[in-house]
């Protein structure tokens, strides 16, 4: 089983994570800028935080053998904060990155003014450099939410299948499902989707169009869970070719919309994980020891 994992973040994540996702078959992740828990205070803490994106996260994964990619944003609850809007003005510096294949997240945490209008400023720069949006749709109200990010999506002018719709859930799908736009499922020990519950929508809605990811981040998740929901997927007879087509054909096919997908040399799901060694910027992943 090959895996992509579409939507995880990897900076609040251990490197025993990527040897245990190696493991598991993630050959290929994208991690999203996001809201790191404590608000950031200038935008020169974004410029750190987005250099780390593009430099030494892909060399930590590349020590597993797993190929990482970034996509960049203000994301939706920093939109609010006065002193971060300006990295409105610093995305453009990211967004020609080789290894950055989307704008996002962006979208709603609170629907507020603030939000609304960084959201439409960033659609308006991922129509400018020709990359795929990864939409966050809010945690409360989420209906409302996934109804107001279409809205805004369509005003935008973007192609609805270069914007995917993240955190939908049985009740949502329905709104996202015939927008072309692609539908992304958050796979959590407790909240957003389970692996059975997201079997059933695979049975009710098919593979076409959907993206099932981690999302894993410093709060309580789980990185193997896209590895659970293939198990799942094939328990419930789907084939094989189901699985791959969801674990990673349709997230390639999403993120090759940048024309920056790089999984030259990735291993299969058999293949043997990189070998750790090497460092970025003088520094290594290795500890202790000889």
């Known amino acids: 089983m090959r895996i992509f994992d579409p939507h ?134 989420k209906a409302r939410g996934v109804e107001r990010s279409l809205a805004v999506v369509a005003e935008s002018g973007i192609e609805p299948g270069r914007v995917v719709l993240d955190h939908l859930n049985e009740v949502t799908v329905k709104l996202v499902r015939d927008t072309g736009c692609w539908l992304g499922f958050s796979i959590y020990p407790d909240t957003k989707m389970s692996p059975p519950r997201m079997v059933e929508l695979l049975k009710a809605y098919g593979t076409e169009r959907m993206l ?5 981040d410093w709060g309580r998740s789980d990185p193997l869970l896209t590895r659970a929901t293939g198990e799942a997927m094939l328990a419930a007879g789907f084939t094989a070719d189901d699985v791959d087509r969801v674990l990673w054909r349709n997230p390639v096919e999403f993120y090759g919309q940048s024309g920056r997908l790089d999984l030259t040399g990735v291993a299969d799901a058999d293949g043997a994980a990189g070998a750790v060694g090497g460092t970025f910027e003088g520094n290594s992943i290795l500890r202790g020891g000889s």
Not at 46 to 55: A, E
Not at 212 to 216: D, K, L, R
């Open 8 to 141: 995880i973040h990897m900076t609040s994540r251990t490197t025993d994570d990527y040897e245990r996702m190696a493991a598991a078959g993630v050959r290929a992740i994208v991690e999203p800028a996001f809201w790191l828990g404590q608000p950031r205070t200038s935008p020169a803490s974004f410029t750190d935080y987005f250099d780390s994106l593009i430099g030494w996260e892909p060399f930590r994964a590349g020590q597993f053998g797993v190929r990482h990619h970034a996509t960049i944003a203000l994301n939706p609850k920093e939109a609010n904060d006065p002193r971060c809007r300006p990295v409105l003005d610093l995305l453009p510096r990211y967004l020609d990155k080789d290894g950055v294949v989307a704008v996002g997240e962006i979208g709603y945490d609170s629907m507020t003014p603030e939000e609304d209008e960084a959201f439409a400023a960033q659609l308006a720069l991922a129509v400018a450099h020709d990359l795929p949006a990864l939409v966050h749709t809010p945690h409360r109200d």
């Open 212 to 216: 099932v990811n981690s999302a894993a």
